[in-house]
């Protein structure tokens, strides 16, 4: 058998070389996940320069994922600029789903893509509003005041997202939610 005598010096560098890979190994952030990890000013500038392909191409694909507001507004915007018009609904419908209170500045977008958002979420707010409803009552029900609360909000804040001429149909649900919170 083989011994090997370090000095005192050099086994001090050795297990400090050791203990600092072993911190910098823990230190290291997490690999953030696809979506995070898109540069959105990469897509944005190849937008800004009519690299529509491009600016697709650099952002992930969806697949059943909570979306990104900023990469779909994009996404949306190359495919409408593409002639995609209906995966720019698509995806201008997943985007309402996710963030149902989301709407563009209007000097973002184009007037084309207003039209898609505002009909997206014509199409899909009430019945969101209903749900968060139906959950908003299931969490009273079962005492979850807390929770019950939360889901009444989301419905007022839903109803009252929508323009004022498709808020009447929601009126009875609305007063209801409302009168939860009181």
Known sequence: MTTFTLSLPLTVVLLGAAMTGAAAAQAVPPVPSLINAVDIDRVRALYGSAAYEEALAAMPAVNGESVRTDLEQYRALC????????????????????????????????????????????????????????????????????????????????????????????????????????
């Open 79 to 182: 495919l409408l600029a593409l002639g995609r018009e209906k995966d720019a609904v698509a995806t201008v419908e997943r985007l309402v789903r996710d963030n149902p209170t989301y709407l563009p500045a209007a000097g973002d977008i184009s007037p084309r893509m207003q039209t898609i958002f505002a009909a997206a979420r014509l199409k899909l707010v009430p019945a969101l509003a209903k749900a968060a409803y139906g959950e908003a009552k299931a969490a009273y029900e079962t005492s979850n005041r807390e929770g019950a609360h939360a889901a009444f909000k989301q419905t007022v804040e839903l109803i009252d997202s929508l323009p004022a001429t498709e808020q009447a149909p929601l009126a009875d649900l609305r007063l209801l939610a409302g009168e939860f919170l009181k």
